[in-house]
């Protein structure tokens, strides 16, 4: 089946530094990919979608400055948490849909702790 | 507002009891329904679409427009459903709406 990693699967860092982390679909192509945050015991809310080749669509309250997103290739999408602070803590996860169908699949998700 | 609602955040049953998963959503055009399934330690992973009609590992969910609910039922539990569930729904195709998740605990 479609598989999407994500690198790295957890990462701390100092408040002020940038961060970015990778999702890419293994085994298939994906023009679109999807960015959630999930806070502890809540739900995933979805920050932004990023289509390859296009400028990322970012949903409302999202600081798109802030949480910077590229989609290069039909594999690989890139968020970048620029000047992380603590309450940028969280679990981010990026889903991918594939060209062929409406499939859309789960990368198992980067643990961001920012002290 | 598009929003989906579950309203237990755990579920505990036993084995080979009864499961009922609720899920409610509110969005005002035509609604695509999804639960989702995120065993311990792995990722959230597709378990039944709405428009499938299918039964995946026991489990079908029906959508009831009248009652805009779509919940997720099994008739006997096994302790390997434990896990959390997420409905979602998808709203202009490419958008999902999760709701909060429940919790399903299945006891031996």
């Known amino acids: 089946g479609a598989v999407v990693s994500q690198h790295p699967s957890r990462v701390i860092c100092k408040s002020g530094t940038s961060v970015k982390i990778e999702c890419r679909s293994l085994?298939?192509?994906?023009?679109?990919m999807f960015w959630y945050r999930q806070f502890p015991k809540q739900s995933l809310m979805l920050m932004a979608t990023?289509?390859?080749?296009?400028?990322?669509?970012?949903e409302q309250g999202v600081e798109k400055d802030k949480f910077l997103i590229n989609h290069a290739s039909l594999t690989l999408s890139t968020l970048t948490v620029t000047s992380a602070h603590p309450e940028d803590s969280s679990f981010y996860i990026c889903?991918?849909?594939?060209?062929?169908?409406?499939?859309?699949?789960f990368g198992p998700g980067t643990r961001l702790t920012v002290l | 507002a598009q929003r989906v609602t579950q309203p237990e955040k755990l579920l505990s049953v036993f084995k080979g009891a009864p499961v009922e998963l609720k899920c409610n959503y509110s969005?005002?055009?035509?609604?695509?329904l999804f639960w989702y399934v995120q065993y311990s330690r792995q990722r959230l992973q597709l378990l039944l679409r709405?428009?499938s009609r299918e039964s995946i590992k026991g489990f079908t969910a029906d959508l009831n427009k009248g009652e805009t609910s779509f919940h997720l039922k099994k008739p006997f539990a096994q302790e390997e459903d434990s896990a959390m569930y997420y409905c979602?729904?998808?709203?202009?195709?490419?958008?999902?709406?999760f709701g909060t998740g429940t919790r399903l605990q299945v006891f031996p």
């Open positions: 889903s991918a849909r594939e060209i062929s169908g409406q499939g859309k699949y």
């Open positions: 085994d298939f192509q994906a023009t679109t």
């Open positions: 990023s289509n390859e080749g296009s400028k990322a669509t970012y």
């Open positions: 969005y005002s055009g035509s609604p695509e």
């Open positions: 709405h428009i």
């Open positions: 979602a729904l998808s709203v202009n195709t490419d958008k999902l709406i």
